[in-house]
């Protein structure tokens, strides 16, 4: 059996970037009685969040429970400037590891704005990078997107300008700007996925299409992971989405001479490494 790696699957630069952020000031604070939080996971991968915890790193749900005088990191997926007024009058100190490409997308939103126009961010609107590029600019002016349908509601509009969650999948992108183009006279698309979703995507895919199986790594919580596992499942009706190597079943391979594999942007490249040797064991 042969069992092959997407060229481009595990950690990206803004998660590796995030993570270095985190050890380093784990590392800094560690003896000095403040603790370090998140709002949230690090990054959507439960083995990496229990791991982070175990070096102190404290990962909360609600503002409310950060401490005055603590740190609190902000993730790769940004925050909302509303969030973080209230962190700042508590006398939090801020580390930002805001990934610079949704940085990219938080500053083209205000951009749109300012020019006059209705601003659309095409993303799932309960992920915290969506809240956070949607919150930078005042509720009346903008509205967040899932899908064709809901863009079919909109109302006509001048001018409407786009933004896109930097993890979207382009084929939903454009099955909703196509329904853009009759809801106003002016239409402008800001790509903002990021460079690193779209390599990641092209080579599932490609990959997909080649083998008998295809296994997806990474969090089930994680938007990124769980895009490329819908694209390699159009591809290949044999894909398995899973978090770890214990998830993985031999009867899956037992027709199989050929096998993919690929990993999320927040998936370890040792949890690759592991369901990859896992699988070529059952060959042996
Ligand atoms: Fe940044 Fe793209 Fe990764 S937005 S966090 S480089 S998936």
């Not at 909109?154 to 909703?176: N, P």
């Not at 594999?261 to 060959?283: L, Q, V």
């Amino acid at each position: 059996m042969e069992v092959g790696v997407a060229k481009y699957s595990g950690y990206c630069f803004g998660v590796k970037r995030a993570l270095s952020i985190v050890e380093k000031t784990l590392d800094e604070y560690s003896r000095s009685g403040k603790g370090v939080y998140t709002l949230g996971s690090v990054i959507h991968n439960p083995g990496v969040s229990k791991k982070l915890s175990s070096m102190g790193l404290l990962s909360v749900k609600d503002p409310e429970d950060i401490k005055p005088e603590s740190i609190l990191i902000i993730r790769s997926h940004g925050m909302s400037p509303r969030i973080l007024r209230y962190l700042l009058q508590k006398n939090i100190k801020i580390i930002d590891a805001t990934c610079p490409f949704v940085k990219k997308a938080q500053a083209k939103v205000k951009k749109l704005e300012n020019q006059g126009y209705f601003v659309l961010v095409i993303g799932n609107r309960g992920h915290p990078e969506v809240i956070g590029i949607k919150e930078q600019l005042d509720d009346r002016n903008v509205k967040v997107i899932e899908n064709s349908i809901e863009a079919s509601d909109l109302d006509f509009k001048k001018k409407i300008g786009v933004v896109i969650q930097t993890t979207q999948t382009a084929d939903r992108v454009k099955s909703i700007t196509s329904v853009l183009i009759d809801k106003c006279e002016e239409l402008l698309i800001c790509n903002t996925i990021c460079d690193t979703t779209k390599k990641r995507q092209e080579t599932a895919k490609e990959l997909s299409k080649k083998v008998d199986v295809m296994v997806i790594v990474g969090g089930k919580n994680s938007a990124n992971t769980t895009h490329l596992a819908d694209i390699s499942l159009s591809q290949n009706k044999s894909t398995y989405h899973i978090e770890s190597f214990n998830e993985i079943d031999q009867e899956w391979f037992k027709k199989s001479d050929k096998v993919g594999i690929s990993g999320g942007a927040s998936t370890p490249k040792k949890d690759i490494i592991d369901i990859k040797k896992t699988i070529e064991s059952f060959d042996s």
